[in-house]
């Protein structure tokens, strides 16, 4: 038997129940795990509250980021052995598997392994995060001087998304609402740092880009102030927008897009890993920044054990972190 957490009803935190479960043996072109640490995703805590586009079909397991070691194979299995080291990647729908528990069954086909030299924290946190700001290179092709607002700054994928451009030799530009987190964020490399509560967005962007504006604003909020970040870029500019935490309609800023051809899209890094060339050419280069430095995972903070989930997704949504937060087991 092995511990798990189940989902039972929707809600806050406090639903997440850990039980005692037969994981079994996987089955063909699975592998069962021993979960060594979670990495917690926002999407996780809007599918637990029922927020999220796939809802749950209760009890549900839940939780698709981490890092642990191959215990059994599956038929059909080929690439790794009993005793790996294995990232699981966020390749599939919530609900589908789980893996906040000890030991859990996932699909062979969702796992790479674990890059050297990381910890079992780094190791759990560092795939969602960099596949979902890689958009700002496959899709943007950001370069030297180009202005990135990063909206969510202090986020996992924030903190991502401001070191793949720095790496890419463009100008990070964190958005945060408040200056509670401006100095944190400059010490995790961002070039500028606007307190959007505080200040006005467009006029510090475009003193920072001598009046050009900025070429790609990168959002997981939504909502009206998608209107102010289009006003904030140049022509032909980029806006992403990759979530929806404010749970408010999204405009679409047609004056702004229409007079400055202007670029509106949607983001979800499945459209990397769901396209094999494409998933290729991000892993590379994410193991090749890993490697060299240029990019590093930052851990807000680090819980232990099952129980503890709970408090690590109060803290999630707490906003209080900077970097991602992330449960040992």
């Not at 979670?38 to 397991?61: T, W």
């Not at 194979?73 to 790996?84: M, P, R």
């Not at 906040?100 to 924290?121: C, Y």
């Not at 944190?184 to 961002?190: E, K, V």
Request: aromatic share 6%; glycine share 12%; net charge negative.
């Amino acid at each position: 038997m092995a511990r798990v957490i189940r989902v039972h009803e929707l809600g806050g935190a406090e639903v997440l129940r850990v039980e005692e479960m037969a994981v079994g043996d996987p089955g063909p072109g699975e592998v069962r795990i021993r979960v060594e640490a979670v990495g917690l995703n926002r999407s996780e805590a809007m599918y637990r509250a029922g927020r999220y586009p796939v809802k749950p079909q209760l009890p549900s397991l839940i939780g698709y980021e981490g890092v642990g070691t191959i215990e059994a194979l599956g038929a059909g299995v080929t690439g790794y052995k009993e005793g790996d080291r294995v990232c699981v990647l966020p390749m599939i729908s919530q609900g589908q598997y789980g893996i906040w528990a000890d030991q859990a069954i996932v699909p062979a086909r969702i796992l790479l392994p674990a890059p050297p030299g990381l910890s079992a924290s780094e190791a759990a946190s560092i795939w969602m995060q960099y596949m979902t700001a890689f958009a700002l290179i496959e899709v943007a092709d950001v370069g030297l001087d180009d202005g990135v607002i990063v909206r969510a700054a202090s986020s996992s994928v924030g903190i991502a998304a401001i070191q793949l451009a720095n790496w890419a030799g463009a100008v990070s530009i964190a958005a945060t609402r408040t200056n509670a987190k401006a100095d944190a964020l400059r010490a995790q490399g961002a070039a500028h740092v606007v307190a959007t509560e505080e200040e006005d967005l467009v006029e510090r962007v475009m003193a920072i880009t001598g009046g050009k504006g900025a070429y790609v604003a990168f959002d997981p909020v939504g909502g009206p102030y998608v209107e102010t970040l289009a006003t904030a870029l140049r022509p032909r500019g980029i806006l992403f927008v990759y979530g929806g935490l404010s749970e408010q309609p999204t405009p679409y800023p047609h004056w702004q897009c229409a007079f400055k051809g202007l670029s509106m899209r949607g983001w979800v890094a499945s459209e990397i890993w769901n396209h094999p060339h494409r998933f290729e050419r991000a892993r590379e280069t994410i193991l090749a920044g890993l490697a060299g430095g240029q990019l590093k995972p930052v851990i807000a903070k680090q819980f232990s054990g099952l129980e503890a989930l709970r408090e690590a997704n109060e803290y999630l949504e707490s906003n209080d972190q900077i970097g991602k937060v992330v449960v040992t087991l």
